[in-house]
């Protein structure tokens, strides 16, 4: 089954920018999230890096309401499934692998695949997914380097991630080929310990009247 586009495509065009964020500590999923979705950005991307990700990705989905929970670096099927049954309305990948894709196939929850470079869009294409993650964007090119995939591979659409902020980002969503954009300064891991949920407020509420 390839990716359904019109899903991924709603989370993509909840706002401009979608958190992508790092828990330490669950109890703090909560506000956290209840800040962004009050600034303006309700698709939330936490990633699978830490011990508490998914405990944390459950309590923001039975708890923030109007928040769209989502999975980030997640790798294989035990983690796509773990996901899942956590709450997570959509899945990110850093890249993309027969097998992952092979998994997502098993599930209703779409899945935002990552690629960095021409070869690896048209394999997605080839499988269906035309929803991408442009990563790590900075590192692998660029919006000058996106730009350029554009008119060769017009189906693709992307979410550029990876060195992406608040000054750089509207160089990437004024491309005709990017929906929105992956960012971590909205809600670093020092405002997240430190509880500055006014300033991740005021971030997010910046980051969701950007335009390209």
Same mark, same amino acid.
């Given at each position: 089954?390839?990716?359904?586009?019109?899903?991924?495509?709603?989370? =993509?065009?909840?706002?401009?920018?979608?958190?992508?964020?790092?828990?330490?500590?669950?109890?703090?999923?909560?506000? =956290?999230?209840?800040?962004?979705?009050?600034?303006?950005?309700?698709?939330?991307?936490?990633?699978?890096?830490?011990?508490?990700?998914?405990?944390?990705?459950?309590?923001?989905?039975?708890?923030?309401?109007?928040?769209?929970?989502?999975?980030?670096?997640?790798?294989?099927?035990?983690?796509?499934?773990?996901?899942?049954?956590?709450?997570?309305?959509?899945?990110?990948?850093?890249?993309?692998?027969?097998?992952?894709?092979?998994?997502?196939?098993?599930?209703?929850?779409?899945?935002?695949?990552?690629?960095?470079?021409?070869?690896?869009? =048209?394999?997605?294409?080839?499988?269906?997914?035309?929803?991408?993650?442009?990563?790590?964007?900075?590192?692998?090119?660029?919006?000058?380097?996106?730009?350029?995939?554009?008119?060769?591979?017009?189906?693709?659409?992307?979410?550029?991630?990876?060195?992406?902020?608040?000054?750089?980002?509207?160089?990437?969503?004024?491309?005709?080929?990017?929906?929105?954009?992956?960012?971590?300064?909205?809600?670093?891991?020092?405002?997240?310990?430190?509880?500055?949920?006014?300033?991740?407020?005021?971030?997010?509420?910046?980051?969701?009247?950007?335009?390209?």
């Amino acid at each position: 089954m390839p990716q359904n586009i019109a899903r991924v495509e709603q989370v =993509m065009l909840a706002a401009p920018v979608i958190p992508v964020l790092i828990i330490e500590d669950a109890k703090k999923a909560v506000p =956290m999230a209840e800040a962004l979705v009050r600034g303006g950005l309700p698709a939330i991307e936490i990633t699978l890096r830490t011990g508490c990700a998914l405990e944390a990705i459950k309590l923001v989905a039975d708890n923030v309401e109007g928040a769209i929970p989502g999975a980030g670096t997640v790798l294989n099927l035990a983690q796509y499934e773990a996901a899942v049954e956590a709450g997570s309305k959509f899945i990110v990948s850093p890249g993309a692998t027969p097998k992952l894709l092979d998994a997502a196939e098993q599930f209703d929850v779409p899945l935002l695949p990552g690629a960095a470079t021409s070869s690896e869009v =048209m394999a997605l294409l080839e499988r269906g997914y035309e929803r991408l993650k442009f990563f790590p964007a900075e590192q692998a090119g660029g919006a000058a380097y996106l730009k350029s995939l554009s008119s060769p591979l017009a189906a693709a659409k992307f979410c550029p991630t990876g060195g992406v902020s608040l000054e750089k980002a509207p160089s990437y969503l004024a491309l005709p080929n990017v929906l929105c954009v992956g960012g971590s300064w909205i809600a670093d891991a020092k405002a997240i310990a430190s509880e500055d949920w006014a300033g991740i407020e005021e971030r997010a509420r910046a980051a969701a009247s950007l335009k390209g």
